[in-house]
């Protein structure tokens, strides 16, 4: 049985840093692809980053790049994201994700992943 749970969400100020993480369970992370989604109420949910389980590459949405970083621990079979410089418009439910990509899929789609955790929330006040 696969399990993906999502820990270190919560409450912090614009400007503060946060991690993610994201235990794996059931799967081969190695042969998976990874990655951060997240979902403000009432907006879809959107790629923040991605990793194969493997190691790199890595890839960000724009609105992150050079704030978040995804880093992954084959040893521990976690997924991480570190956020810094968080703004108000980085509060999400943030999701991890984990699936076996076809070779034309991109991965920034959440479509395209089987598994996925039930989500940690992340809120930035001004």
């Known amino acids: 049985q696969v399990q993906l749970v999502e820990s270190g969400g919560g409450s912090v100020q614009s400007g503060d840093s946060l991690r993610l993480s994201c235990d794996a369970s059931?799967?081969?992370?190695?042969?998976?692809?990874l990655a951060w989604f997240r979902q403000a109420p009432e907006r879809e949910r959107e790629f923040v980053a991605r990793?194969?389980?493997?190691?790199?590459?890595?890839w960000y949405a724009d609105s992150v790049k050079d704030r978040f970083t995804i880093s992954v621990d084959i040893d521990k079979r976690s997924v991480d994201l570190r956020m810094t410089s968080l703004k108000s418009d980085d509060t999400a439910v943030y999701y991890c994700?984990?699936?076996?990509?076809?070779?034309?899929?991109?991965?920034?789609?959440?479509?395209?992943?089987?598994?996925w955790g039930q989500g940690t929330q992340v809120t930035v006040s001004v």
């Open positions: 994700a984990a699936g076996l990509l076809r070779g034309w899929e991109t991965g920034i789609f959440p479509r395209e992943y089987k598994y």
């Open positions: 990793i194969r389980g493997s190691g790199d590459p890595t």
């Open positions: 059931g799967l081969n992370i190695n042969y998976f692809m």
